[in-house]
């Protein structure tokens, strides 16, 4: 096992066990999914003849847990498909690893490495990087084509989490949607596309036009997203776990298209005979990313590039960027005197500032752009909610003037939120 940790993030990695990612904690919060019949509360084997290449059937399977990649599409009728889990290769076959620290000690990454994979032709390759002062770490993977003939994969990564019957509203996965994708209306469901069906398929709920929703249900099965826009998140008893992912709207992706997937299961006294005698026996939540499918050329290879980001438990998940998310969007209200607005919402950033949060108002009257910048007095931490309650000055600014919301007051710093003045 290999420790990655920083001053606020704690990874476990499991090279020997398919490269997986074991252990992921928030300040001692545990937000991965992880067998206790095969692994003690260290991320040990309980029998260590357990570790190692497997293969059979889908009722044989080791489901060790975590956070692991494999190749799409997955399916058991050509060559052209991954006929796994269980795999020995590549899911539970041992993985290599290579640790590099920066000089300064404040950034540190580990590569996992799978050995030669006869059935795709492909090696895989995880980066996992960690920085200090962020509640987010970096996941880079590669699949490289080790054979002397063209082969044709898709990257996928599979991320498990505890599921639990919904307790707190918000609870379950949250799905970030394009609404420029042609189509029908959004707010008119279905927005995803139903993938397997073990007891059924997992039940979506719409959440305006940009965000779908599956709560916590009673199901075996699995749902794509043809249209994610680039981010899937979680909310469950640890908090709220969030990966973020490129996007490429003209590529062909797997499984009918979709660019994430949410498979859900929960305990069943039989075995689904239909999946290969699958039968699960906790309760599960898997969330899933997809790369577009590669073409690749012997020594060629395809990449992917994540980030995954942990904070508290905030409710719905509405909005995600580089520098964190929303719970509740930013709204403008002008006060009755009309010379100032007062902003409200809750945002988690990812990553600490040296300064307060800024909120910026450009009249676009003028050329150049006249822009009033306004310093709060509200501190910014790495994964701690800002519930954002403010009031901005705004003499002489016409109602059609841009408000931003700024991690912090230099010229590179993210911009969290933007609006019209009302």
């Given amino acids: 096992m290999i420790d990655l940790t920083s001053d606020r993030l704690a990874l476990v990695l ?10 992921l904690q928030l ?11 095969l ?8 029998d260590s003849a357990a570790v190692g290449p497997h293969d059979g059937d889908m009722a044989s399977w080791r489901n060790w847990g975590g956070d692991k990649t494999w190749p799409a599409p997955q399916g058991w009728s050509g060559p052209n498909e991954w006929a796994g ?19 300064d000690g404040r950034q540190a990454s580990v590569t996992l490495s799978s050995g030669p994979d006869p059935r795709t032709g492909l090696q895989l390759t995880r980066k996992i990087t960690l920085t200090a002062g962020r509640t987010e770490y970096r996941l880079h993977l590669t699949g490289t084509n080790v054979t002397d003939q063209p082969v044709r994969w898709a990257l996928w990564n599979i991320t498990q989490l505890p599921g639990h019957p919904g ?26 596309t139903q993938l397997v069906a073990g007891t059924g398929t997992p039940k979506v709920e719409s959440y305006g036009r940009q965000v779908a929703h599956v709560p916590a249900q009673e199901v075996v099965g699995k749902t794509g997203f043809p249209r994610a826009s680039g981010w899937i ?32 299961e929960h305990p069943l006294t039989r075995p689904l005979e239909h999946l290969g005698g699958l ?3 906790q309760r599960i939540v898997e969330c899933e990313v997809l790369g577009p499918y590669a073409e690749l050329a012997p020594g060629a290879s395809m990449h992917l590039d994540t980030t995954v980001q942990l904070g508290p ?12 998310w929303w719970n509740q969007q930013m709204q403008a209200d002008r006060i009755q005197s009309g010379n100032g607005v007062r902003l409200t919402g809750r945002l988690v950033p990812c990553a600490d500032a040296g300064t307060p949060l800024t909120v910026s108002v450009t009249d676009h009257r003028t050329q150049p752009p006249c822009v009033r910048t306004h310093r709060t007095q509200i501190p910014i931490h790495a994964g701690e909610a800002i519930d954002l309650q403010h009031v901005a000055p705004l003499p002489g600014v016409p109602g059609d003037a841009v408000i931003e919301v700024h991690l912090g007051e230099t010229d590179d710093v993210p911009t969290v939120g933007s609006l019209l003045c009302p």
């Fill in 14 to 23: 499991a090279p020997q066990l398919g490269g997986r990612v074991l252990s």
């Fill in 27 to 37: 300040d001692g919060r545990e937000f991965l999914y992880r067998s206790n019949d």
């Fill in 39 to 46: 692994l003690d509360d260290e991320c040990g084997a309980r």
């Fill in 85 to 103: 889990p269980p795999d020995p290769v590549l899911d539970s076959g041992s993985y290599t690893a290579d640790v590099t620290e920066s000089p």
């Fill in 167 to 192: 307790e707190k509203e918000g609870d379950g996965v949250w799905v970030g949607l394009d609404d420029t994708t042609p189509g029908p209306d959004l707010t008119d469901l279905p927005v995803a």
């Fill in 233 to 264: 998140a979680h909310v469950g008893p640890a908090g709220t776990w969030v990966h973020r992912f490129p996007v490429t709207p003209d590529a062909t992706y797997p499984d009918d298209g979709s660019r994430a997937e949410v498979w859900l």
């Fill in 279 to 281: 039968r699960p026996t």
């Fill in 313 to 324: 438990h905030g409710g719905a998940v509405t909005d995600v960027g580089q520098w964190g």
